[in-house]
C-alpha cells in the first residue's frame, strides 16, 4: 500500500523556470491538498481539492497552479520559479475534508 | 484571525523522564485538533484527533487531552524512538471550510 507519493524528492530550479510537482494516491480519498513547509514558518495550505474538478485557494496560492482531473493525482505547477519559493512541499490526502490527512514524504525544491 | 501556538518550541529529555507539550490555540467554533509527529526528512504522520473539550486520546506512551482553549501531549517514560518533531494542527469554520491551521511544532529529543 503505497499511500501518498510524490515526485521528485529534491529538484533544483533556476529562477524563472516552470515545473510541477506530482501527487499521487491509491487510497481513493477525495480530499487532497499541497502544503509548503519553511522553517519557523510551520505548514502552509497552497491549493486543495474537494474531488475530481474541484480546486480551491489556500493561505498561499500565488504563483502555484493546480488541476484535479482524476481523484489519485493532484500536480502542483509552478509557473515561474523564484527563490522565495525554495521550500519543502507537502502533499496530503484525506478520506473528508474533515478527517486525519495523510503525508507525502515531500519535495525539496531549491530555486537559485 | 485563528492561531495556533505550540510550546516549546524544542524539549530535551531523558529517557524514562515523563513531559508535556502544549498547543494552545484561538479558532472560532474549533471543528477537530490533530496532532501529528514528523520524522527527519519525512512527512507528518497521523496520531490524534479531538473534537470536543475534555476529550482524551491514548496510544502507546502518549496520550492527547483537550480543553477549550489548548491541548497538551503528554508523554509517559518516553524512548529515544520517541525523538521527533510534533505538529499540532485545527480546523475551524472561519478559517474556511476544509482548510486546516498547523503550529510550527514542537522538537522532541530524547536521550539514551
Known amino acids: 500500500n503505497a499511500g501518498v507519493t510524490q515526485t521528485p524528492k529534491f529538484q533544483v530550479l533556476k529562477t524563472g523556470q516552470s515545473m510541477t510537482l506530482q501527487c499521487a494516491q491509491d487510497?481513493?480519498?477525495?480530499?487532497m491538498s499541497w502544503y509548503r513547509q519553511d522553517p519557523g514558518m510551520g505548514l502552509r495550505l497552497i491549493h486543495y481539492?474537494?474531488?475530481?474538478?474541484?480546486?480551491d485557494q489556500g493561505e498561499v496560492p500565488n504563483g502555484y497552479n493546480v488541476s484535479r482531473s482524476t481523484t489519485e493525482d493532484f500536480p502542483l505547477r509552478l509557473l515561474s520559479a523564484a527563490p522565495s519559493q525554495t521550500s519543502v512541499y507537502f502533499c496530503?490526502?484525506?478520506?473528508?475534508?474533515?478527517?486525519?490527512?495523510?503525508f507525502g514524504d515531500g519535495t525539496r525544491l531549491s530555486i537559485l | 484571525e485563528d492561531q495556533v501556538t505550540q510550546s516549546p518550541e524544542a524539549l530535551r529529555l531523558q529517557e524514562g523522564e515523563s513531559s508535556s507539550l502544549n498547543c494552545s490555540y484561538t479558532?472560532?467554533?474549533?471543528?477537530?485538533l490533530f496532532w501529528y509527529r514528523q520524522d527527519p526528512g519525512k512527512g507528518p504522520e497521523f496520531l490524534f484527533t479531538l473534537y470536543s473539550a475534555g476529550e482524551e486520546k491514548e496510544k502507546e506512551r502518549l496520550k492527547a487531552t483537550l480543553t477549550k482553549k489548548e491541548s497538551f501531549l503528554h508523554i509517559t517514560a518516553p524512548k529515544p524512538e520517541d525523538s521527533a518533531t510534533y505538529l499540532c494542527?485545527?480546523?475551524?469554520?472561519?478559517?474556511?471550510?476544509?482548510?486546516?491551521?498547523f503550529g510550527t511544532g514542537t522538537r522532541l529529543k530524547v536521550l539514551a
Open positions: 487510497m481513493n480519498h477525495e480530499y
Open positions: 494542527a485545527v480546523q475551524a469554520p472561519a478559517s474556511g471550510t476544509y482548510k486546516y491551521i
Open positions: 496530503a490526502s484525506s478520506p473528508s475534508g474533515d478527517s486525519a490527512q495523510h
Open positions: 481539492s474537494v474531488g475530481a474538478g474541484i480546486t
Open positions: 479558532v472560532s467554533g474549533l471543528r477537530g
